[in-house]
T-cell receptor, first 114, second 111 residues
Framework: DSGVTQTPKHLITATGQRVTLRCSPRSGDLSVYWYQQSLDQGLQFLIQ???????AKGNILERFSAQQFPDLHSELNLSSLELGDSALYFC?????????????FGQGTRLTVV | SQQGEEDPQALSIQEGENATMNCSYK?????LQWYRQNSGRGLVHLIL?????REKHSGRLRVTLDTSKKSSSLLITASRAADTASYFCAKDGGSNYKLTFGKGTLLTVNP
């Protein structure tokens, strides 16, 4: 158990809908990262937050947004969902942001868009 | 584009044999990390090697790093069926911390 909790584990929704994925980082970790894993694209970095502030942005679509709250949990909002958004979404956390730090991954949320 | 491209894409061996996976990257790194993922589950950190290190060991794992060739290798010795998983290398570079993953090597260890 990495200590990173993601909910829900599975989500099935229709095209055009909006969903929210939630992540609770390990106790004390200030950095949260979101990744999308699909068969064709592999593991894609979406976005990073550190202590409530956005720190780095990757291949995140405009339809997607995220935030990190004062209690350090994070939410990833996906809107106007398309079939191609079906993927595993992972959250990871680390104590700090910077060099030589490993990331601890949650078990992921499997999103299926039908 | 993906940084950290693993080779081979798939590897099938017998229990007790050694498994070697390679990773290449394109730009400079602060460190390179290896992760394991069991089917459909979260990634587990295995080992981190810094850019000024050449070799690192952790149990049955041995990682090497050649910054001149921009490549790394992961060796799993005396493999077990439980080692069956996908293995990813991840590049950590730049001032904004983000790990950039390759597409992974699927290792199958047959009992």
């Amino acid at each position: 158990d990495s200590g990173v909790t993601q909910t829900p584990k599975h989500l099935i929704t229709a095209t055009g809908q909006r969903v929210t994925l939630r992540c609770s980082p390990r106790s004390g970790d200030l950095s949260v990262y979101w990744y999308q894993q699909s068969l064709d694209q592999g593991l894609q970095f979406l976005i990073q937050y550190y202590n409530g502030e956005e720190r780095a942005k990757g291949n995140i679509l405009e339809r997607f947004s995220a935030q990190q709250f004062p209690d350090l949990h994070s939410e990833l909002n996906l809107s106007s969902l398309e079939l191609g958004d079906s993927a595993l979404y992972f959250c990871a956390s680390s104590p700090i942001t910077g060099l030589n730090t490993e990331a601890f991954f949650g078990q992921g949320t499997r999103l299926t868009v039908v | 584009s993906q940084q950290g491209e693993e080779d081979p894409q798939a590897l099938s061996i017998q229990e007790g044999e050694n498994a070697t996976m390679n990773c290449s990257y394109k730009t400079s790194i602060n460190n390179l990390q290896w992760y394991r993922q069991n089917s459909g589950r979260g990634l587990v950190h295995l080992i981190l090697i810094r850019s000024n290190e050449r070799e690192k060991h952790s149990g049955r794992l041995r990682v090497t790093l050649d910054t001149s060739k921009k490549s790394s290798s992961l060796l799993i010795t005396a493999s077990r069926a439980a080692d069956t998983a996908s293995y990813f290398c991840a590049k950590d570079g730049g001032s904004n911390y983000k790990l950039t993953f390759g597409k992974g090597t699927l290792l199958t260890v047959n009992p």
